[in-house]
């Protein structure tokens, strides 16, 4: 599902894997993103949202080209008018936990995808396509 207000993207993949607590992604975004796209396993969880406005807000201010989620986020109508591609399963309105467990720039699968870090990560409103071969400058 499409929920930014920006719908074709593309970087360097960058990993987070978490589940119900978005701790490690605020973290990840505080960063300097350039170039990248945050790619979050938060484990298909529909229990909570794991990005809001306010971590968009973050991504772009940062620079980061984009964020999937294997999970959900929130404040869907702010998103859609922020300027970065950001991906989810679903919305909910719940706010995540704040615990700092989780893993980041490690491996993930879901959908049957492969996210390697360092990879790249090319998207638009037909899906994502991961290879790790750059196909055209950053």
Request: charged share 25%; proline share 2%; aromatic share 8%.
């Amino acid at each position: 599902k499409d929920c930014g207000g920006v719908r074709n993207f593309f970087g360097e993949i960058v990993t987070d894997k978490v589940f119900e607590d978005n701790s490690l992604v605020r973290k990840m975004l505080e960063g300097e993103g350039g170039g990248k796209v945050l790619v979050i396993d938060g484990g298909g969880s529909e229990r909570c949202a794991l990005v809001g406005d306010q971590l968009a807000e973050l991504a772009v201010q940062n620079r980061w080209n984009g964020i999937v989620v294997y999970g959900c986020v929130r404040d869907s109508a702010a998103l859609a008018n922020i300027s970065i591609a950001i991906k989810a399963l679903n919305t909910h309105p719940a706010k995540s936990i704040k615990r700092n467990e989780g893993q980041t720039q490690i491996k993930v699968n879901f959908g049957g995808v492969d996210f390697i870090p360092g990879n790249y990560i090319y998207g638009d409103e037909d899906g994502i396509l991961v290879s790790p071969i750059r196909f055209f400058e950053l």
